[in-house]
């Protein structure tokens, strides 16, 4: 389905990013794979790209510096010489309870949104040149993807500085999908919970298995999200069984939305 795409991947060392990157692979995709500071991960993804059957260069770049995201798309086309599918992954949060008023102050908004929401618009803008060369050459159509989350859905999630950031990112994809098109498609995916080692990181295995038991107690599919859930999902918008889709949103939770008051 990706034979002679190239993607990128932003924030591909572990988690979601990192599943996509090789379930692109796997049908036949070259991929960047990109890291802020993960830099072990991110080769060992690189690798993993590699044994998938797909091609990979591994390019540090912080997706919040405008110059980073240039050096990110340059390296991706000095070396392939074009770029089919940005997956706009990168993310950061703070976790703090939305009733905590003062857990959260303005560093945290503008730093939660330099990358949730200014890091995806300026990749989008620094690959935006290429695709539109590969449409006026091909008539090939570019497919963006940006990981949003329930949380800018439902106004959840780890803190309100999170959900307020993923919340705009729907709607700049709406915004994006009118102006870019018909040089690419724009589409958000929305996971719910999802295990990630982010997660067992900040709550501890212990805490962690409950959460898991808790969202398959109460989801419709009866099912905790992985990684490679969303990744799956993450492909469709990605590839050509959604040519026709630009400027939506898929919750990818197991229902578990349906579940929430």
Same mark, same amino acid.
């Given at each position: 389905?990706?034979?002679? %795409? $190239? ?11 990192? *599943? ?38 591994? $390019? ?7 110059? &980073?995201?240039?050096?990110?798309? +340059? ?18 949060? %703070?976790?703090? &309870?939305?009733?905590?008023? &003062?857990?959260?102050? %303005?560093?945290?908004?503008? !730093?939660?949104?330099?990358?949730? $929401? ?13 695709? +539109? ?27 309100? *500085?999170?959900?307020?950031? +993923? ?10 999908? !009118? ?83």
């Amino acid at each position: 389905m990706f034979k002679g %795409k $190239v993607a990128i991947v932003t924030g591909s060392g572990t988690g979601i990013g990192e *599943a996509t990157a090789i379930e692109i692979a796997k049908l036949g995709g070259k991929v960047a794979v990109n890291y802020s500071k993960s830099k072990t991960e991110a080769e060992a993804t690189g690798r993993a790209v590699e044994e998938a059957g797909g091609e990979a260069i591994v $390019v540090q770049a912080n997706v919040s510096d405008d110059d &980073d995201c240039k050096k990110l798309a +340059k390296a991706t086309v000095d070396k392939w010489g074009r770029i089919d599918i940005l997956i706009n992954n990168a993310g950061t949060t %703070k976790f703090n &309870d939305h009733a905590n008023l &003062d857990g959260i102050d %303005k560093d945290d908004f503008e !730093r939660i949104y330099g990358t949730n $929401v200014i890091g995806p618009y300026q990749m989008v803008r620094a690959v935006f040149p290429t695709m +539109k060369q590969q449409h006026e050459k091909e008539g090939s159509v570019a497919s963006i993807v940006n990981m949003a989350s329930i949380a800018g859905v439902r106004g959840i999630g780890s803190s309100v *500085a999170y959900a307020a950031s +993923k919340g705009a990112l729907n709607t700049m994809t709406m915004s994006l999908a !009118r102006a870019l098109g018909p040089v690419a498609r724009v589409n958000a995916i929305c996971p719910g919970w999802v295990g990630t080692p982010w997660m067992t990181n900040e709550f501890g295995q212990e805490l962690f298995d409950k959460i898991v038991e808790n969202v398959k107690e109460i989801a419709p599919l009866k099912h905790a999200g992985t990684a490679e859930d969303v990744a799956l999902a993450t492909l469709f918008f990605a590839g050509p069984l959604s040519r026709h889709v630009t400027g939506e949103t898929m919750l990818v939770d197991g229902g578990h939305h349906l579940a929430l008051k």
